[in-house]
Nanobody, 124 residues
Framework: VQLQASGGGLVQTGGSLRLSCAASGMPSSSAMGWFRQAPGKEREFVST???????YYANSVKGRFIISRDRSKNMLYLQMNNLKPEDTAVYYC????????????????????WGQGTLVTVSS
């Protein structure tokens, strides 16, 4: 399994970006998600999508971010709208390899596969 994230960049407050994650060798039952890590902070959950289509979001991004998956292209996306300076971080795509319940998926523990990260900077 390999993950390759892209799409980060510099954007002004209120702007939008779409992150992409190319996945290869991904089991169909895998959950895939996004985490982020700001300087000096721990990596935190952003959003995840289970193989059954269920999606979950951190409260801080709910209503602004949308996660989606295109199985035909082996791609995971994160559409980020109304970006705020506090969204500035390195964003990582991750995959579990199999399904997990919600309470596990909001932690880094079940995610055995990680992309290299893409930097998102939101200027005020």
């Amino acid at each position: 399994v390999q993950l390759q994230a892209s799409g980060g960049g510099l954007v002004q407050t209120g702007g939008s970006l779409r992150l992409s994650c190319a996945a290869s060798g991904m089991p169909s039952s895998s959950a895939m998600g996004w985490f982020r890590q700001a300087p000096g902070k721990e990596r935190e959950f952003v959003s995840t999508r289970r193989s059954n289509g269920a999606t979950y979001y951190a409260n801080s991004v709910k209503g602004r971010f949308i996660i989606s998956r295109d199985r035909s292209k082996n791609m995971l996306y994160l559409q980020m709208n109304n970006l705020k300076p506090e969204d500035t971080a390195v964003y990582y795509c991750a995959a579990t390899g199999r399904d997990y319940i919600y309470s596990a998926l909001v932690t880094t523990s079940p995610y055995g596969y990680w992309g290299q990260g893409t930097l998102v900077t939101v200027s005020s």
